[in-house]
């Protein structure tokens, strides 16, 4: 069987490592790295993983049939900026979907970089770094996992598949890596010449309305406010009963109608 | 709003001693006192290591006598960073563990290789595992999971 990264046709400046399963594909673009062995645009892609993960070590149901990837990064920049790289991805896969979902499809982005389908999470990126044990940042890790086929049915926040969301023959992952590669390399070299604020822009017209009630889980409490902003850092700005909050981690979710305004943090 | 430790801001050696009293007195670990402008924070660590002394305040100057053995109990500190410590290198969020149900990479007392991931940092979603700096003993965890850090602050003392 011809493997599916043969017809796959990608942009120049990605270098594909396809493998059929692989525990992790961030895993294996850090050993990667470690290697010295995955320049910039590396991208490692798994038909499966089998100890998918997202972020504090949660598992990420990895079945076959969708899409896991890992794009190896090293921006010209420091970790603060890089991690502006999570928005571009996230920009990209809206414009794939645009194309690929039926015109009545709702997709939205959830702070920071989660992709919604009419409500639903059908997509998450983990972002981790390389350091060197002097300190210097070698690579940004984008880990990519969007449900096309198969989503899970026990997540705190909703998810869903591509699939399940539209009508028609299966997608098959490299049918959406594809395409996902190319905007993506759009909206980095747009990030590389213009910075965020180009990012910034396109997301909030994909995102959170002003005044829109939120709440944020955060490590050691919980926020609840009205979304304010997207700062021009990435950083979400939050309206509570105290104050306007600027957040830089925290799983967002939304605040149900009938939930008390304003309610303090926990 | 960093703490001001300009000239003007004349050392009230009482004030510290007060302060360092009324802290043995509540078993606080921390007191911060802040008037006209200026700010003084006096803390200790109340799990500090029977095994690993403190380093004192001032470095001993050179061919003088040897440094004392610390005063137990309250330190003044002005953000001091303790020899040894390896410190934040961003505003973020601290995680000692891969995940809040594993245990923690490094703990006091343990040998750690140049290189070994000692904490994870978050900043901006991005997870960021801190390596450690070079080979040695972890003596001094001073962060907790889930904590809010700034740049610069000691995480941990590697000995």
Redesign the interface.
Known sequence: MTHPARTLDLPPAYRLRAHDALPSTNDEARRLVRAQDAGHGTLVWAQEQTAGRG????SWTSPRGNLYVTAVLRPNCG??E???L?FAAALALVDVLGDLMPQQTQVRLKW??DVLVNGRKVAGI????V?????TFQA?LLGLGVNIAEAPSDTAFPATALQWERAGRAIRPEELLAPWAEHFLVWTNRWEQDGFAPLRRRWLTHAHRPGQRLRVR???REVHGSFHDMDD???LLIDTNRGRERL??GDVFFAEPGAAPGSGQG | MADDQSHDFGFDEELVRRLSHLLKETDLSEIEYETGGHRIRVARQINVQATAPAAPAQPAPAGGEPASAPKPGPEATAEQVPPGAVTSPMVGTVYVGPDPNSAPFVQVGDQVSEGQTLLIIEAMKVMNPMPAPRAGTVTQIMISDGQPVEFGEPLLVLE
């Not at chain 1, 350091?131 to 300190?135: A, F, P, Q, W």
């Open positions: 972020r504090r070590g949660r970790i603060g890089a991690a502006q999570g920071p970089n983990l972002l981790e770094t350091v060197d044990s002097d300190g940004l955060l490590p050691n850092r990435g950083g830089s981690v």
